[in-house]
C-alpha cells in the first residue's frame, strides 16, 4: 500500500482520537483553521494531524464550506407554555447573529425520535443543531454538524434541567425562618414532573437544616389543593407558613384562608412559584419565583452558534431563576 492510500485511510475520528478531542472539535479546526480555539487544544490537534499525516479529502472540505444560514431548533410534542419564551430568545439570539432557525417537534417512541434526528443532523440543510431535550449521546456525537443538546424539557414536554432547579424553596425557606416561622407546610405539584419532585425534596431537605417542623401534602397544581391543605389545619396551632408548588396552589390557599378569616400574611404566610401574571393582583400580592426562559432560550443558542462557528463560548453564570418578594410573607403570629 502506498504512502498516499494510507494517508486517504486516515480519518477525522483517528485524528480526534490522537488528539484527545470529539471529532466535531476537529471538524472545526479544519474548517475555521482553528479560530477561536485554545492554544493547547490547537497544538494537540496539530501534532495529530501531522503525525498521522491527516489528508482530508476534497469532497468532505467542499462538504465543511458549504453555508446554509440555518439552524434547526428542536423540540419534543408538547404546549408548555413556557417553551414559546424560550423558542422567542433562542431564534433572537440566533438572528441577532445572522441565522434563521427552523423549529422541530420530535413526536413518537424514543426510536422514532432518535431517527428523526439523525436525519435533521445528517442533512445538508443545517449549519447546526440545537436539540432542547435529552438524546442518546450516540445520536449527536457522529453527527455531520455541530448538535449542542440543552436537556430543559423531556419527551412529554415537561421542564427538566434549569428549569426544575428548586434552589430558591431554600432561599424561601431561610427568609421565613429568619422572620421566626418555626412550622412550615408544602403543597405540592404533580409528581409525575421533575419540578415537582424537586421543589418537594429541597423543601424537605432545607425544613431539615433549619431544624424546622414541617408537614407535605401532595397535590397536582391545582388551587383546589391548596385550599383544601389551609381548610385542614388546625385553628391556632400548626404551620404558620405554606411554600406552595406555584402560584395556582398558592391562589388557592390564599382562598382557603379567606374562607377561614385568616389574615395573609397576618395568620399565614404564603410563596408560590412561576410568578403568574394575577399574582401581582392578589390581595396580598403574592411572593413567587420568576423564571427567565427567554435567558435560557439565548444562552443555549449562543452555545450553539460558538460551535458552528469554532469559537470559544463562555457561559451566562446568571441564574434564570430570581424571587420576586411581595406582601404575602411576614413573621408568624406567635
Avoid at 479544519?30 to 490537534?45: N, S
Avoid at 413556557?82 to 413518537?108: H, I, M
Avoid at 449549519?127 to 412529554?156: F, I, K, Q, R
Avoid at 401574571?277 to 392578589?282: F, H, K, S, T
Wanted: proline fraction near 5%; include cysteine; hydrophobic fraction near 40%.
Amino acid at each position: 500500500m502506498t504512502e498516499a492510500a494510507r494517508a486517504d485511510r486516515v480519518t477525522i475520528r483517528d485524528v480526534a482520537r490522537a488528539a484527545d478531542v470529539s471529532h466535531q472539535t476537529v471538524s472545526r479546526f479544519l474548517k475555521y483553521q482553528g479560530a477561536g480555539m485554545k492554544p493547547a487544544t490547537l497544538e494537540r490537534i496539530r501534532s495529530a494531524v501531522a503525525e498521522l499525516d491527516y489528508r482530508p479529502s476534497l469532497v468532505a472540505q467542499a462538504m465543511r464550506g458549504r453555508r446554509t444560514g440555518r439552524l434547526a431548533l428542536v423540540l419534543p410534542s408538547g404546549n408548555a407554555i413556557s417553551s414559546l419564551e424560550v423558542l422567542n430568545g433562542a431564534t433572537d439570539a440566533a438572528r441577532q447573529q445572522g441565522y434563521d432557525v427552523e423549529v422541530v417537534l420530535l413526536g413518537g417512541d424514543d426510536s422514532e425520535r432518535d431517527q428523526r434526528l439523525r436525519a435533521i443532523a445528517e442533512s445538508t440543510l443545517f449549519e447546526g443543531v440545537l436539540c432542547l431535550t435529552p438524546v442518546p449521546a450516540e445520536t449527536w456525537t457522529s453527527a455531520a454538524v455541530p448538535v449542542m443538546v440543552s436537556p430543559d424539557y423531556d419527551a412529554e414536554m415537561r421542564g427538566i434541567g434549569p428549569l426544575a432547579d428548586a434552589s430558591r424553596i431554600g432561599d424561601f425557606l431561610d427568609r421565613l425562618a429568619e422572620l421566626g416561622h418555626r412550622d412550615v407546610l408544602h403543597v405540592s405539584g404533580d409528581y409525575r414532573h421533575t419540578s415537582a419532585r424537586s421543589r418537594r425534596d429541597e423543601f424537605i431537605a432545607s425544613a431539615r437544616r433549619l431544624g424546622l417542623t414541617y408537614r407535605v401534602v401532595d397535590g397536582d397544581w391545582s388551587g383546589e389543593v391548596g385550599r383544601r391543605a389551609v381548610l385542614a389545619l388546625p385553628e391556632d396551632s400548626g404551620p404558620t407558613a405554606i411554600v406552595a408548588a406555584n402560584d395556582v396552589v398558592a391562589a388557592g390557599a390564599a382562598r382557603g384562608a379567606l374562607e377561614r378569616g385568616w389574615l395573609v400574611p397576618g395568620r399565614l404566610s404564603l410563596t408560590g412559584w412561576d410568578e403568574h401574571l394575577l399574582g401581582e393582583w392578589l390581595s396580598p400580592r403574592l411572593t413567587t419565583v420568576a423564571i427567565d426562559h427567554v435567558r435560557l432560550g439565548t444562552r443555549a443558542m449562543d452555545s450553539l452558534v460558538a460551535a458552528v462557528r469554532g469559537t470559544e463560548h463562555v457561559p451566562d453564570p446568571e441564574p434564570i431563576t430570581r424571587i420576586v418578594w411581595r406582601d404575602s410573607v411576614g413573621p408568624p403570629p406567635w
